[in-house]
């Protein structure tokens, strides 16, 4: 009889044991080895330290939080000290918001689902002068992207890895090369809930009523934010017959609920909307899993699977699926879940592409663009894998080749790390104008990325 048990793997886990490529030293050693030998061990007593705690306290999950805020800003501050509107956060949330009243705004979908995210967002931004009207929704992005590193760090999430490594992946997904479109933009901090939702969803049991609220409140709001909901619920429930958590399946009933809304407006959207042209083939997608995904997740900034050769894309695409699948051999189930998850994401994304009017295929069209919200879920998967890899691996190939990639990793983001500024468009100007002007005026104003976009709006 078929047992998920057979296909996810065994429901007991054991932590995997760091490897280390260092021999003891020689019964005469010199200097530097002794130096080197002294260095190992305070890695490895401050690692086993690490690993001797489930998570972070109260306390330092908050500071936690704080610093990911300050890291964050820090990649684009341009975005805090110059604030502006990003594509849809003026176009769509704003200006729907403004005509038609926040509360009318959250009843209307775009792309086939709901967006209530980011039209509360465009609602707090009605409180506030026009002229920080983007502060406001840029503030909002900013905290959900902060936000999966406090869960990230907490106790709950154990049963992912060990704490030394959750906290060497909170700093590679705070840094993450070639992340410019999901990075702080309201429009796309959806993508970071998503990621808090995945690792909730996978996470022990709360043990206090905060962290039950915070679990109800996050699947509730996650539900008509996005199809993400609608991907997680198969792999919840697989999660809830393996571990048999009571509340895994009270969270896979709330998932339940809210998707329905959902798929009934994808369902919608896709008998109204017009065809195009996909252009799905074998090249493509080796192209883009394995150039603008595996290559941009260690370099970034390079729409690789574009401009590099075919040859080149598809090593990539071998080597990053291979690390990926060896890291899925021996993960847990929490980790094997989320590696499934971010390949439906993958696969729905490339199946049903949201890109403006072009004459070029689908796929083609995307395959130049880097750093877009596709890459997003494979880029995490292939960097937790490669470092799991660093870290835990038995075979000497993949500790090796995990071990390198983690260099490139690391120069990928000091290269990365400052993410160039938005073009300022003046919207200072544009905000002064609009707010001295009388009511029934016309304004159009440009917006981010230039040149295809702009806002237009009427003076109440």
Same mark, same amino acid.
């Given at each position: ?59 330092? =999950? ?56 980011? !039209? ?53 997904? *705070? ?110 997608? *080796? ?44 993960? @847990?189930?929490?980790? !094997? ?75 990928? *983001? *000091?290269?990365?790390? !400052?993410?160039?500024? =938005?073009?300022?468009?003046?919207? @200072? ?16 104003? @440009? ?14």
């Amino acid at each position: 009889m078929f047992s998920p048990v057979a296909l996810i793997g065994q429901k007991n886990y054991q932590m995997p044991t760091p490897i280390s490529n260092i021999t003891e030293a020689s019964s005469s050693p010199t200097r530097s080895a002794m130096a080197l030998s002294r260095f190992v061990a305070a890695g490895r007593s401050t690692i086993q330290r690490l690993d001797a705690r489930e998570g972070l306290s109260t306390f330092w =999950l908050i500071a936690s939080f704080a610093v990911a805020l300050v890291l964050i800003v820090l990649r684009d501050p341009s975005l805090f000290t110059h604030p502006q509107f990003w594509a849809e956060d003026g176009k769509v949330w704003f200006v729907q918001a403004y005509d038609g009243g926040w509360l009318h705004s959250l009843t209307q979908p775009l792309g086939g689902y709901l967006n209530t995210l980011q !039209r509360l967002g465009a609602g707090a931004a009605l409180l506030v002068p026009f002229r920080w009207a983007p502060l406001v929704m840029l503030l909002e992005g900013l905290f959900f992207q902060a936000l999966p590193v406090p869960v990230l760090l907490s106790a709950r999430c154990r049963n992912w890895a060990p704490f030394s490594f959750r906290l060497l992946f909170a700093a590679v997904y *705070i840094g993450i090369p070639d992340a410019r479109e999901v990075h702080v933009l309201c429009t796309n901090c959806h993508w970071h809930l998503a990621v808090v939702e995945v690792l909730l969803a996978f996470a022990a049991v709360p043990r206090s009523l905060f962290g039950r609220i915070f679990d109800v409140f996050t699947f509730v709001l996650a539900t008509v934010c996005g199809p993400f909901a609608v991907l997680l619920m198969p792999f919840l429930f697989v999660f809830w017959w393996i571990r048999r958590q009571r509340w895994s399946l009270i969270l896979f009933s709330i998932l339940l609920v809210g998707s329905g809304f959902q798929l009934a407006l994808m369902r919608h959207y896709q008998t109204a909307r017009y065809y195009r042209f996909l252009g799905a083939t074998v090249a493509r997608f *080796i192209r883009i899993v394995g150039g603008n995904t595996f290559l941009g997740a260690l370099r970034g900034s390079t729409a690789y699977g574009h401009k590099e050769p075919l040859w080149v894309c598809t090593v990539s695409f071998l080597v990053g699926l291979a690390i990926i699948a060896y890291c899925s051999r021996r993960a @847990p189930l929490e980790v !094997r879940l989320f590696f499934l998850y971010c390949f439906g994401i993958l696969v729905a994304s490339l199946r049903s592409p949201l890109v403006p009017p072009t004459p070029l295929p689908l796929w083609e069209m995307i395959l130049h663009y880097s750093g877009i919200r596709y890459w997003y879920f494979p880029s995490l998967i292939f960097l937790w894998a490669l470092l799991w890899c660093a870290f835990y691996a038995r075979s000497r190939l993949f500790r090796t080749g995990g071990i390198l990639l983690a260099l490139i990793l690391l120069q990928g *983001i *000091i290269r990365d790390w !400052r993410i160039p500024a =938005l073009e300022d468009l003046h919207f @200072p100007e544009y905000a002064a104008k609009f707010e001295a002007a009388p009511p029934g005026t016309y304004m159009k104003i @440009p917006l981010n990325p230039q040149p295809e976009w702009f806002m237009e709006i009427t003076k109440k």
